[in-house]
C-alpha cells in the first residue's frame, strides 16, 4: 500500500521531469539575454560565454564531482534522482534552443521569467527529493561538519560568481541577472517550506 505522506514514483517522474524541463527553459531565456545566474548554473554559464563550450555539456561535467558529497549527505535516492534531474536538464538546454525563439524579449521581463521559471523548477525538484546539485550540495555538507551555514557558503559562492561576471558582461546586464537571481530566490523562499506540505 502507497503511503499518502510519499510521492510514487510516477508523481516524482512527473516532478523531476517538470523541474528538468522548466529549468532548461529558464536557462534558454537567461543565455538568450546574455545574463548569468548564481550556483553551479552561473558557474557553467560563465564558463560557457568565455570558452563558447555548450552550456548543458559544461553543466553536466561541473556536478560530476559533486554526487559522492551528496551520497553522503542524503543517500543513494538523493543521488539518482538529482543525476536524472541534472542529465535531463543539461539535454534539454541544449535542444529547447532549436524550437523557442524570442523575438523581443526586453531584459527586465526576462529577468523576472527567468526567475519565476528557475524558481518554480527548484521546488518541483526540492519536493521530490531532488536538486541540480553542485554548491547546494557542498553547502549542506560544510554545515553538516562545521557548522557553517549552507545559506552563508552559497551567498559567498553568489558573489563570487557575479563577480567573475563584471569581467565578462557590462554592468547593466549584471545588474539585470542579479534582478532574475534574486525573484529565483525569493519564489524558493516563499514557498520551500516543508512544514506546510504532506508529501515529501
Do not use: C
Amino acid at each position: 500500500m502507497t503511503d499518502p505522506n510519499q510521492h510514487s514514483p510516477l508523481e516524482d517522474a512527473q516532478g523531476i521531469a517538470y523541474g528538468g524541463l522548466m529549468a532548461a527553459f529558464g536557462i534558454v531565456i537567461l543565455t538568450h539575454l546574455g545574463f548569468v545566474t548564481g550556483q553551479t548554473a552561473g558557474l557553467a554559464v560563465l564558463i560557457s560565454y568565455a570558452t563558447g563550450w555548450s552550456f548543458g555539456i559544461v553543466f553536466f561535467l561541473i556536478n560530476l564531482p559533486f554526487y559522492w558529497l551528496g551520497y553522503l549527505r542524503m543517500g543513494r535516492v538523493f543521488v539518482l534522482k538529482t543525476f536524472v534531474a541534472v542529465a535531463l536538464f543539461s539535454a534539454a538546454s541544449m535542444i529547447l534552443p532549436r524550437y523557442v525563439s524570442f523575438e523581443t524579449l526586453h531584459p527586465a521581463v526576462g529577468a523576472v521569467l527567468f526567475g519565476f521559471v528557475s524558481g518554480s523548477a527548484l521546488l518541483a525538484l526540492f519536493r521530490h527529493g531532488a536538486s541540480l546539485g553542485g554548491v547546494g550540495i557542498v553547502a549542506l555538507y560544510l554545515q553538516d561538519k562545521t557548522g557553517f551555514r549552507a545559506g552563508w557558503t552559497q551567498i559567498l559562492f553568489d558573489i563570487g560568481v557575479f563577480s567573475l561576471a563584471l569581467l565578462l558582461r557590462d554592468v547593466q546586464t549584471v545588474a539585470w541577472s542579479f534582478l532574475g537571481a534574486l525573484v529565483t530566490n525569493m519564489v524558493i523562499a516563499f514557498n520551500h517550506r516543508r512544514d506546510r506540505y504532506i508529501a515529501t
